[in-house]
C-alpha cells in the first residue's frame, strides 16, 4: 500500500486518493497562495498544466480563495468556484488552510464541513507529509498560529514515524519568524 492516512467518514481535505503510482519514483506539485493578484484564468491554465505533467498529486500552501468574509453565501461562492477548477485535477488535491482560508470562525465552521479537520498528516511511499494549519485559531494579523493540541498531534505523528526516509512540511504562513520562533515539537 503506497498511502498511509486517516480517513474520516464525514469529510476529507483532499480530492480522492487514486494516484498515478510510478513503483520506481514520483513526483508530486506544489501550488502556491492565488490570493493578493490573483488574474483570472491563470490557476485553471496551471490546473490544465499540472494534468499534462501528471504527478502523483497536488499539494497546496493554502490561500485558495479570498475569502476574509463572514457571509457564507459569499464562501459557498468561492469554494464552489475553486472546487469546480481544482475537481479537473486527474490525480488527488490535498487542501492546506491559509489566512484567506480561515481567518474566522465562521470560515472556519465552512472548512471543517467542506473538508473536515484543517490539519492532518499522510505517508506516501514512505514519505512522511505533515499538512499544517497556521491559522488555529483563526486571527488573520497574527503571524501564524498552532494550537496545543495541532502541536501535540504533531509531535505524536513524528515520534510515531522516525523510520520514514523524508518528513516534509507544508503550511501557509512561515511560523520561523516572529513570535513563533520558539515552537518546539519536542
Avoid at 493578484?37 to 493554502?62: H, M, T, W, Y
Avoid at 490561500?63 to 472546487?83: A, C, H
Amino acid at each position: 500500500k503506497d498511502i498511509v492516512i486517516d480517513i474520516s467518514p464525514q469529510a476529507n481535505p483532499w480530492t480522492h486518493l487514486q494516484f498515478n503510482n510510478d513503483p520506481d519514483h514520483f513526483q508530486f506539485a506544489i501550488v502556491a497562495d492565488r490570493t493578493g493578484g490573483c488574474r483570472i484564468g491563470v490557476f485553471a491554465s496551471a490546473v490544465d498544466k499540472i494534468n499534462l505533467l501528471q504527478p502523483e498529486f497536488v499539494i497546496c500552501v493554502g490561500d485558495l480563495i479570498s475569502g476574509v468574509t463572514v457571509y457564507e453565501k459569499e464562501l459557498d461562492k468561492q469554494w464552489l468556484e475553486f472546487n469546480r477548477i481544482v475537481n479537473r485535477l486527474d490525480m488527488p488535491f490535498f487542501y492546506v488552510p491559509g489566512n484567506h482560508d480561515i481567518s474566522n470562525e465562521v470560515m472556519l465552521s465552512k472548512w471543517n464541513q467542506l473538508f473536515g479537520r484543517p490539519y492532518y498528516h499522510f505517508i506516501y511511499n514512505n514519505v512522511l507529509f505533515l499538512c499544517l494549519d497556521t491559522e488555529d485559531p483563526p486571527n488573520p494579523s497574527s503571524p501564524g498560529n498552532l494550537s496545543d493540541q495541532q502541536i501535540n498531534y504533531f509531535a505524536k505523528v513524528l515520534k510515531d514515524n522516525q523510520d520514514v526516509s523524508w518528513t516534509l512540511l507544508f503550511m501557509h504562513k512561515p511560523l520561523w519568524e516572529g513570535e513563533n520562533k520558539n515552537i518546539s515539537l519536542e
